[in-house]
């Protein structure tokens, strides 16, 4: 097992040096000067190419692309904001706490509605439930995440007062962003444990369960649903490294400083270090991510882990 774990962290290097690679291509192709943005429209056009030949933007391209990935990978040296000055890496440091911490009660949310929904439409297939079920879930993955955000804050904080409509601080801030953002996931969960549920409720050894005697509740959850985690995390696990970087309406409309709002603010403001590094960061937490997904199926299912163990004692055994 811990041969598969360096295996895929090692795959995680070409991963994220393609991620910067991309980036940095996209930031340096868009249109628009960030030397005139950043020193608005009446500057001189001395200022400009002082402030270009401070910034490396009269370099060539490839020059300009080995620079940035030989200061981050190599030296770690982030650099700071064009913009702002500030060191990017302290802003990292501060913010990305904040979209994690965002991102994990998003997940719980999903998690914890979108299971007992999928369980309850499978048990009960074709039936009222199961309608009801599904609907809420189609319901939940057609409502746009803004939208959303601002019913809620109409109502929890403008007409009744009970929750904080933007800013940070404690829990109570960060419950209406992950309610507004955590109904595609309580959909995406929903639909992957019902078909799950029922491709599972049908296999020869539930039945064998039911007959020996066995009750109807821990058939569903001790069998059944343990059985067809698999492809649930699978879901849950791209749908949480789709939060970590898709939270950047969230945390916009409801004044969360995380890394979306740095990101988004970059891109507005043409500060190409800004987005390129938040980027990257934001690639190597969905790799640690898939990374935890993979020891997750190897948790659940032990024939996965028996085999990956295999794999590594066929490899010793060779090289012996």
């Known amino acids: ?38 020193l608005g429209s009446t500057a001189t056009e001395q200022n400009l190419d002082a402030l270009r030949q401070e910034l490396g933007l009269d370099k060539p391209f490839l020059i300009r692309l080995g620079t940035f990935l030989s200061d981050t990978f190599i030296h770690f040296d982030l650099g700071k904001s064009w913009a702002t000055g500030a060191d990017i890496s302290a802003s990292i440091a501060e913010r990305m706490p904040r979209t994690l911490l965002l991102s994990i009660v998003m997940m719980m949310i999903s998690f914890g509605v979108g299971v007992p929904l999928g369980i309850v439409a499978a048990v009960n297939q074709n039936k009222w439930q199961d309608n009801l079920c599904m609907s809420l879930a189609l319901i939940g993955i057609s409502i746009p995440n803004f939208w959303l955000a601002l019913l809620l804050v109409l109502l929890f904080s403008v007409k009744l007062g009970i929750l904080p409509a933007m800013g940070i601080g404690g829990l109570q801030y960060y419950i209406l962003p992950a309610l507004a953002g955590c109904t595609g996931g309580i959909a995406a969960s929903a639909r992957q444990t019902r078909s799950s549920m029922l491709d599972v409720i049908r296999a020869d050894y539930i039945t064998t369960a039911r007959a020996k005697g066995v009750p109807e509740r821990q058939v569903i959850i001790k069998h059944a649903l343990k059985n067809g985690m698999i492809p649930i995390i699978t879901v849950m696990g791209t749908h949480f490294g789709k939060m970590l970087g898709g939270t950047m309406i969230i945390e916009t409309i409801f004044s969360i400083p995380g890394m979306g709002q740095l990101i988004i603010n970059a891109v507005n403001g043409r500060d190409y270090q800004v987005v390129q590094v938040g980027s990257v960061f934001l690639a190597i937490a969905f790799s640690f991510c898939m990374l935890a997904v993979d020891l ?19 490899k010793v055994r060779k090289n012996g």
């Open 296 to 314: 997750m199926y190897a948790a659940v299912d032990p024939r996965i882990k028996a085999k990956y163990s295999a794999k590594g004692r066929r």
């Open 1 to 38: 097992m811990a041969r598969y774990v360096i295996k895929r962290l090692l795959w995680m290097i070409p991963i994220v040096l393609g991620v910067a690679i991309l980036v940095f291509t996209l930031m340096t192709f868009c249109p628009g000067d960030p030397a005139e943005i950043i």
